[in-house]
Nanobody, 128 residues
Framework: QVQLVESGGGSVQAGGSLRLSCEAS????????MGWFRQAPGKEREGVAF???????DYAESAKGRFTISHDNSKDILYLQMNNLEPEDTAMYYC??????????????????????WGQGTQVTVSS
C-alpha cells in the first residue's frame, strides 16, 4: 500500500521560509503526478504546486516566485520549498500523488485532488 508521510511544517513569521517534505513508500507508477495542496479553516482545499515524472511543474499563482516543488527520484521524496511566507499561506498542507495519471492541465488552484493517495498533512502557520 502506498504511503505518503509529510514533515517540515511549523510556525514562522512573515517573510520566513519552510521546506516541506513528503516521503513516499511503495509508489512505483511509471508515469505519475505528485503535488501539494493546502486547506485553511473555512476554505476549500486548493492545489499549490504539481510535478510530473518528466519534471514538468505547475504552480498556483499565489505560489509562483515564492514556492518551489521538487522531487528526489533516488530517495522518492517530494519537497516544497516555501520562501517569503505570508500570513495568507497559513493552512494545513497535504502531499498527494496520482494513481499513474499525469497532472491535471487546470490551474492548480482549482484542483481539489489528484484522485490517488494523500498524506496526513502538516500545519504551516505564518504570523504577521
Amino acid at each position: 500500500q502506498v504511503q505518503l508521510v509529510e514533515s517540515g511544517g511549523g510556525s514562522v513569521q512573515a517573510g520566513g521560509s519552510l521546506r516541506l517534505s513528503c516521503e513516499a513508500s511503495r509508489y512505483t507508477y511509471p508515469r505519475w503526478c505528485m503535488g501539494w495542496f493546502r486547506q485553511a479553516p473555512g476554505k476549500e482545499r486548493e492545489g499549490v504546486a504539481f510535478i510530473e515524472d518528466s519534471g514538468r511543474t505547475d504552480y498556483a499563482e499565489s505560489a509562483k516566485g515564492r514556492f518551489t516543488i521538487s522531487h528526489d527520484n533516488s530517495k522518492d521524496i517530494l519537497y516544497l520549498q516555501m520562501n517569503n511566507l505570508e500570513p495568507e499561506d497559513t493552512a494545513m498542507y497535504y502531499c498527494a500523488a496520482s494513481k499513474g495519471r499525469l497532472c491535471p492541465i487546470s490551474n492548480p488552484v482549482v484542483v481539489r485532488s489528484l484522485n490517488g493517495f494523500w498524506g496526513q498533512g502538516t500545519q504551516v502557520t505564518v504570523s504577521s
